[in-house]
Structure formats: C-alpha cells, structure tokens
C-alpha cells in the first residue's frame, strides 16, 4: 500500500493518529506533500515509516530544505507520480510539472483540503492534512495495486477514524 499525507505542521511530533497512523507503519512506501515544519517531525516521520518520500513545502525549515527537494517523482506498483508541495501557477503548474516528469499523476499538498480530480490532463491528488485541516476533514490517501496484471492503483481518501470518503482509480 502506499499512504500520502501532507501538511503536518509540527514542531516536534507526527501527529499521526487512528487510521492515519495505523496507514502509514502498514504501507510499502509512505509520500509527504511537504510541510512537516520542523526537522524532528521529519525526523519521527523517517521513523514511523518503513519507506518515506518526502518533499518539502513553503513553510519547511532550512534544515528541512537542505535534506528535501522541491519535487521528486516517485514510482509505486508501475504508475509514476510527480510530487511538489504547490505550485505557483495552480493546477496548470501541477499538469506541467506531471508531464515534464513524464508522471501519470501529480501528487501536492498546501491548501490543507483533500481532493482528487482526474477532469484535467493529468489526476491530481491532494491528501489533506491529517493534522491540521484548517475547516476541511482531516484526511490522507490509501492506494493499492489493482489485482489482475493491470498498471492502476485504487485509491481513497480516509479520515483518522477510518472513514472513506472518496473513491479513485489512477492507471498508468
């Protein structure tokens, strides 16, 4: 399983609780969108998962953005996706930075609401924020590989209780 979170915005903690928590030590591969905000939070997150990919976001301190990069593409069970914390020229930026990255997908954090829209060129997925939702549901995305040989992850975007409350497909 791979588990997307962002925003964490902590000084000390992951602040990872219920499901969120429970997610991200179960999954293969664990991507943050950015904005851990202090380095022990980056620090807890490298312990709690097995596997972390990480960038940082526009409130990320310097030691943060000495061991992250802006964007990364990341590739899990064969669908590529590019991550960045945000994009200055919204959703148009995220498509362009997806296909620069040849990605099947764009993964961002920043506006602290979960989303999934697949109307553009390319999906773009926004976990939320598991810690600070800021008047949105507190969220993060759970995707696994669909059985069967085909190159698609089944996602859902979850609430620390555990409560799905989106469905999505991305393929190759």
Known sequence: MLVVV????SREETKLQGRTAEAVREADLVVHAGDFYREPVLDAFESAARSLRAVYGNNADAAIRDR???ARTVEYEGVRFAVTHRHRSGDT???MLGRERDADAVICGHSHRPRFDDSGALPILNPGSHAQPRGNRPAHA???PVSGGERALNGRLVTPDGDVFEEFRIAH
């Open 93 to 95: 930026g995220l498509v």
């Open 68 to 70: 992250l990069p802006e």
């Open 142 to 144: 759970e995707l696994e």
């Open 6 to 9: 962002s925003d964490t915005h």
